[in-house]
């Protein structure tokens, strides 16, 4: 089991950025693959991005050229940049984890995931 802490949540324009960061304590990250997912209130989580234990990305068609995940092993971080921000991109974020173990086929899938942070809000609006 690992703990996540998500920061960088906050309010822009539509078209600008934002970083959201979260932070994995418990073991080291490559042991898991780390998601990022946003869920908006009547709407069900949806999956956003993934870099699995083996390093390589993954993202939904909707943020395809606009997010980009990276991760810094050293610190146990896990980034994901956020650019082109749409109003629709509004929402809670979220970053889980599950053991690299469990053998995840589709990494955008929530249920998949085991161990959950306690979101950041992300507000795009004008």
């Known amino acids: 089991q690992v703990q996540l802490v998500e920061s960088g949540g906050g309010l822009v324009q539509p078209g600008g950025s934002l970083r959201l960061s979260c932070r994995i304590s418990?073991?080291?990250?490559?042991?898991?693959?780390v998601g990022w997912f946003r869920q908006v209130p009547g709407r069900e989580r949806e999956g956003i991005s993934c870099?699995?234990?083996?390093?390589?990305?993954y993202y939904a068609d909707f943020v395809k050229g606009r997010f980009t995940m990276s991760k810094n092993n050293a610190e146990n971080l896990v980034y994901l940049q956020m650019n082109s921000l749409k109003v629709e991109d509004s929402g809670t974020y979220y970053c889980?984890?599950?053991?690299?173990?469990?053998?995840?086929?589709?990494?955008?899938?929530?249920?998949?995931?085991?161990?959950w942070g306690q979101g950041t809000q992300v507000t795009v609006s004008s």
């Open positions: 889980a984890a599950v053991r690299i173990d469990f053998g995840v086929v589709n990494k955008l899938d929530p249920n998949q995931y085991v161990d």
């Open positions: 418990g073991s080291p990250m490559d042991y898991y693959d």
């Open positions: 870099i699995a234990g083996s390093g390589s990305r």
